[in-house]
């Protein structure tokens, strides 16, 4: 029985777990906090790492795909033929009273600090006249290569993983003797100067990205773009989303080199966001490269004897927005019966992240029942082997129901229990997070057993 709170109240809580646990922490926390800036804790990174590395072999681990890692500092020539400079702007207006900046394109979702009125939106001080004229604020981090601070050491750091990949297409092709189609797949950061950083993870200033570019015949997008669209759906579900939560939003507007986006977008606390955008690109970056760099990007088609520039259908996730949305789905309170010492019952609240076994930051919890008769030395040996292969975690404090509220709240699949009968026949207890069933199972056969639940 699940106990549903509101959707304020759960963001708080999500955010207070996450530091409390381990997963996100603000990032130079003990300076006042960088804003729009996060670090991730010891699950936190566990559960990213998982994140990429289910994404990883999902999307690289296919005959047509191959990976990259490209620089973050990239030729500042690739932003001009990217259209980074001249348009990756958000409009941006000034309150004149509370000197705040904010998107003028987001105004009713941002609260103005107008008059120390907080929670007021900033629309409403744009309707009384109180903001400057909008202008153009360029989202890139500028930055400068070499001990020189001038124009033409200019660099920016890299706002999206794609262009990396766009401009490495001949080396990774040639290299690879890859055929069209095929696709180049990287994980990396990116970073945007976003005016208003909000809702935690979900709009930061650095941030990771999936993407792969999936190189095709023009002729083929279509078929191309469905097949993408179906896939990176389906990754979603198969890593445990809530079918009620994930859904596809169609664009009505595209970008100017855009024929065709849509968003896989998920149902957070403070309601839908996209988490990744599948697009028809068209033909535009390869051409804008050739045209910049003056190299030829195309192909050549031996059967059909065809030279054509290829239409690229981009995949591009974020690994961060990715992890909140994962621990949104996974978050989860209800009401259990407790048995009190007196005999007595009586009801708790067991908040459990309800990860998909493969993504959970710690695989298994392993505890010996009491501190005595050996049991401690039994479960450390367990911990030691199963370490080999897994995240686990030995705990040997206070009474064995508060130690699975603890693995719950990590959100760990299962707890092993060595306990009496553990002496005698080499059995141990495995209780799953879910239903909270339990099950004996030999404990030379655990490893197995992890392998098979968690792979
Ligand atoms: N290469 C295409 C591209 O970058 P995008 O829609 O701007 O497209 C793709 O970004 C994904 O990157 C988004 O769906 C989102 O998951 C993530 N993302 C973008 N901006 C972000 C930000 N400021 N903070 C966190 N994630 C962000």
Redesign the pocket.
């Known amino acids: 029985m699940s106990n549903k709170n509101t959707k304020s109240d759960t963001t708080e809580k999500i955010v207070s777990l996450s530091k409390r646990r381990g997963f996100i922490f603000q990032s130079s926390e003990i300076y006042g906090g960088l804003n729009g800036c996060y670090d991730y804790g010891p699950l936190g990174v566990e559960l990213l790492r998982n994140i990429k590395e289910s994404w990883w072999r999902e999307m690289t681990y296919r005959e047509n795909v191959e990976g990259i890692d490209s620089s973050i500092l990239m030729h500042p020539r690739v932003w001009e033929a990217s259209g980074h400079v001249e348009h990756f702007s958000d409009p941006m207006v000034d309150c004149k009273e509370c000197k705040g900046r904010f998107r003028a394109d987001q105004l009713d979702e941002s609260d103005c600090g107008n008059k120390g009125f907080k929670g007021r939106k900033a629309v409403k001080c744009f309707e009384e006249g109180k903001f400057t004229e909008a202008r153009n604020f360029n989202l890139m981090f500028k930055t400068h290569i070499g001990p020189l601070e001038e124009s033409s050491s200019a660099v920016y750091l890299r706002?999206?993983?794609?262009q990396g990949i766009y401009v490495n297409f001949n080396n990774v092709r040639e290299s690879s003797r890859q055929k069209i189609p095929f696709g180049i797949a990287q994980i990396g950061k990116?970073f945007?100067n976003?005016i208003n950083t909000k809702n935690f993870?979900?709009?930061?200033?650095e941030?990771e990205?999936m993407?792969m570019q999936f190189f095709v015949n023009p002729e083929e997008d279509s078929k191309w773009f469905d097949y993408w669209k179906e896939q990176r759906y389906n990754w979603f579900i198969n890593y445990g989303m809530d079918k009620d939560k994930i859904k596809f939003h169609e664009h009505e507007k595209l970008a100017h080199y855009a024929k065709a986006a849509v968003?896989i977008e998920f149902e957070f606390p403070f309601g839908w966001g996209?988490?990744?955008?599948i697009?028809n690109r068209t033909d535009f970056d390869l051409k804008r490269h050739t045209e910049f760099s003056g190299k030829k990007i195309e192909y050549f088609d031996d059967q059909t004897k065809e030279r054509f520039t290829p239409f690229v259908i981009?995949t591009?996730?974020?690994a961060?927005?990715?992890f909140f949305a994962f621990l949104c789905n996974a978050y989860d309170e209800e009401e259990i019966k407790k048995e009190n010492s007196d005999g007595s019952v009586s009801s708790e609240t067991r908040t459990v992240l309800r990860f998909h076994p493969s993504l959970a930051p710690v695989k298994a919890g392993i505890f010996p029942l009491v501190n005595r008769d050996g049991m401690q030395d039994i479960a450390h040996s367990i911990t030691d082997d199963l370490r080999k292969t897994f995240n686990v975690f030995y705990d040997d404090s206070g009474a064995v129901g508060r130690r699975y509220r603890r693995q719950d709240e990590c959100g760990t699949p299962f707890c092993i229990t060595v306990d009496s009968e553990t002496l005698t026949d080499n059995s141990v207890t495995v209780r799953h997070r879910d239903s909270m069933e339990q099950e004996r199972i030999q404990k030379d056969r655990l490893k197995e057993y992890l392998k098979s639940k968690t792979d």
Do not use: M, N, V, W
């Open positions: 706002p999206e993983t794609a990116a945007r976003e993870l979900f709009r930061t200033r941030f990205q993407e968003d996209e988490i990744e955008g697009h981009e591009s996730a974020g961060s927005r990715s």
